[in-house]
T-cell receptor, first 113, second 114 residues
Framework: GNSVTQMEGPVTLSEEAFLTINCTYT??????LFWYVQYPGEGLQLLLK?????DKGSNKGFEATYRKETTSFHLEKGSVQVSDSAVYFC????????????FGKGTKLSVIP | SAVISQKPSRDICQRGTSLTIQCQVD?????MFWYRQQPGQSLTLIAT?????????ESGFVIDKFPISRPNLTFSTLTVSNMSPEDSSIYLC???????????FGPGTRLTVL
């Protein structure tokens, strides 16, 4: 089955700082890779995704590239804002037609003015 | 993406009682799932809700504790039975629809058991 290792938090950054949240996964097939975000007191929202090797997912200034050779899907943003404060979850599927997500432990990001 | 609603959005319940959570989608979807998010934790898959048949439960979750129904392609319920304080969590439904493999999540039900 799948497993995912996500950078431990919490992470505290100043506004306009560069963000990287590392995520590596194991999968026996060809997974799709997702980042979800959970803002305080809210449910999960899809942030971005990539479905095959070398694909780059992007949304709201965030980017992540599907690196099959390193089995990684690191989340990056060049300049964070206070409104980016949230918990970020990396989640692969097993691939091969299975939709079940395996969630990382989550990384809590706090951005201070 | 599908619009997903859950009822109730939150509830406070007494030990030993049961609560049924509803998940409604605005379009027909292929798959529906139920997750639990314990305080400060990540999401754990409880089960896959199968339309017209018994749900498929993950290890550590059983039908007697978490009965699930899915009578059609747009609606599912999760019941948390004989609740204890350890059941205090956020319960989320998610859906996969059409040709995409992307899961979209409902807003969650925040349950507190006293």
């Amino acid at each position: 089955g799948n497993s995912v290792t996500q950078m431990e938090g919490p992470v505290t950054l100043s506004e306009e700082a560069f963000l990287t949240i590392n995520c590596t996964y194991t999968a026996t097939g060809y997974p799709s890779l997702f980042w979800y975000v959970q803002y305080p007191g809210e449910g999960l929202q899809l942030l971005l995704k990539a479905t095959k090797a070398d694909d780059k997912g992007s949304n709201k200034g965030f980017e992540a590239t599907y690196r099959k050779e390193t089995t990684s899907f690191h989340l990056e943003k060049g300049s964070v804002q206070v409104s980016d404060s949230a918990v970020y979850f990396c989640a692969p599927t097993p691939g091969a037609g299975s939709y079940q997500l395996t969630f990382g432990k989550g990384t809590k990001l706090s951005v201070i003015p | 993406s599908a619009v997903i609603s859950q009822k109730p959005s939150r509830d406070i319940c007494q030990r030993g009682t049961s609560l049924t959570i509803q998940c409604q989608v605005d379009s027909q979807v292929t798959m529906m799932f139920w997750y639990r998010q314990q305080p400060g934790q990540s999401l754990t898959l409880i089960a896959t809700a199968n339309q017209g048949s018994e749900a498929t439960y993950e290890s550590g979750f059983v039908i007697d504790k978490f009965p699930i129904s899915r009578p059609n392609l747009t609606f599912s319920t999760l019941t948390v039975s004989n609740m204890s304080p350890e059941d205090s969590s956020i319960y989320l439904c998610s859906v996969v629809g059409g040709i995409t493999d992307t899961q979209y999540f409902g807003p969650g039900t925040r349950l507190t058991v006293l």
